[in-house]
């Protein structure tokens, strides 16, 4: 069984197009992330739900818009992509807000062109 | 604002014991966590240290102490599917909420 899941696996696209990536946690956790991991594999918090609820927006442009439908689920849309989003997005969960241990999806590689 | 510092890359053999250093700057800090990635995976995470001392999880050992803003983490027995990268991350807390702060992550390449 897959903790956590995205969909896609890799997602390739025009620049200014619109696009979304789909996360959903079978763990019955309450909190779920999106980070960004870029080309030097950096690692950076985007956004944080705590039981549907956004807690954690690390200014982002608003281009990305964060939907949580439910505590097993959260979604990402992207407007008017741009050759700077390009990066691995990955999902995670947390049992709480901000715990140490939390549990990553295989990711969303995403290339704009 | 935070930062950590981690060496960019480490090597060494199998069989070998290799270190990985964490120095980080933040406030509302609560720990420090470990998180393991292969190339083309996700983040798996590692350990936790809360408090300063050495806690140990079969092969590997983290370390904190908290006065001195410095953790570790320490592989022993190496083996080749040890070779990864490996980050620390704070967990703080920032404008009212807790969250997690990654460094910029060590390659560790092991070789026969």
């Known amino acids: 069984d897959t903790a956590v899941s995205q969909t896609p696996k890799y997602l390739v696209t025009q620049m200014g197009n619109d696009k979304s990536i789909k996360c959903e946690q079978n763990l019955g956790h309450d909190t779920m992330y999106w980070y960004k991991q870029d080309s030097k594999k950096f690692l950076k918090i985007m956004f944080s739900?705590?039981?549907?609820?956004?807690?954690i927006n690390e200014t982002v442009p608003n281009r990305f818009s964060p939907k949580s439908p439910d505590k097993a689920h959260l979604n990402l849309h992207i407007n008017s992509l741009e050759l700077g989003d390009s990066a691995v997005y990955f999902c995670?969960?947390?049992?709480?807000?901000?715990?140490?241990?939390?549990?990553f999806g295989p990711g969303t590689r995403l290339t704009v062109l | 604002g935070q930062s950590l510092e981690q060496p960019s890359e480490v090597t060494a053999v199998e069989g070998a014991i290799v270190q990985i250093n964490c120095t980080y700057q933040t406030s509302g800090f609560y720990g420090l966590s470990w998180y393991q990635q292969h190339d083309g995976g996700a983040p798996t995470f590692l350990s936790y240290?809360?408090?300063?001392g050495l806690e140990e999880t079969g092969r590997f050992s983290s370390f904190l102490s908290r006065s001195d803003s410095y953790g570790y983490l320490l592989l022993q027995e190496l083996q080749m599917k040890d070779s990864a990268s490996y980050f620390c991350?704070?967990?703080?807390?920032?404008?009212?909420?807790?969250?997690?702060?990654f460094g910029t992550g060590t390659r560790l390449l092991v070789s026969p």
């Open positions: 240290n809360a408090l300063d």
């Open positions: 995670a969960s947390s049992q709480g807000e901000g715990e140490a241990e939390q549990f």
């Open positions: 739900y705590n039981n549907k609820e956004l807690i």
């Open positions: 991350a704070v967990k703080m807390r920032d404008t009212g909420f807790q969250k997690l702060v």
